[in-house]
């Protein structure tokens, strides 16, 4: 059988893995805080006698677009929108700290400052611990500053900001994680209050790109078509011989 089978199921596969990723990333165009998903193949030619015009398509990296989402103003104080390389540190469901570029808040039952979607948010040190009917403000800085009726404004914790060197990896909760574990925190790190980033997915790129694969695949699939009637006129000129 032709080796032009294996080549073009290899890319047609390549094809619907970029498919794949495309489709998440567009799902995703309205997610606060969201990063594009990037996927990256590379050519690698096939060794050997008479294979030198024949290449596979392999996957090179997989990463994540760093540019910054539009920031939307909403006014509520609970709303914050990291600046420059900022990230917000949050702990994940399995007990670890993640991090994450959505920066919607809010208090639960007990107290404690969290994200809208229940995750609790890191200070500096642990939890932050909000006093019952307390107005919240936080400083550019990642200060949470409480004001309980009739009482002076007192800080009560910092947010945990932090500015990774270099590309985080991103777990399967949509959280990102340091390559080495936990990140110290950056003092010069700054937010944006009564804002919220949205999504760097670009809905009309992402659309060019998927009818790109479609129209890859489509390819990829007439090759294997090819390839079949190849093989089926080579055995019909063996077998009359």
Sequence with gaps: MD?????????????MQRQDVLSHNL???????FRAELQAFRAVPVRGDGASTRAYA????????????????TGRNLDIAMQGNAWLAVQADDGTEAYTRAGSLDVNA???LVMRNGRQVNGDGGAINVPPNSQLQIGSD???TATAPNQRPTPIGRLKLVTPEGPMTRGDDGLFRGPDGDLAADPAARLQD??????????????????AAARQF????????????????????????
Aim: glycine letters at 12%.
């Design 27 to 33: 799902a995703n165009v309205t997610t606060n805080g």
């Design 58 to 73: 392999l996957e090179t990296s997989i990463g994540y677009s760093d540019a910054q989402g539009p920031l939307t103003s």
């Design 142 to 144: 990642g200060t949470v």
């Design 3 to 15: 080796r032009m089978i294996y080549l073009s199921m290899a890319g047609a596969k390549a094809a």
């Design 194 to 211: 009564g804002a919220l980033e949205g999504s760097n997915v670009s809905p009309v790129e992402t659309m060019v790109e998927m009818i």
């Design 110 to 112: 007990d107290g404690i």
């Design 218 to 241: 489509e390819q990829q699939m007439k090759l294997l078509q090819i390839a079949q009637t190849q093989g089926q006129q080579s055995a019909k000129l063996l077998g009359s011989t």
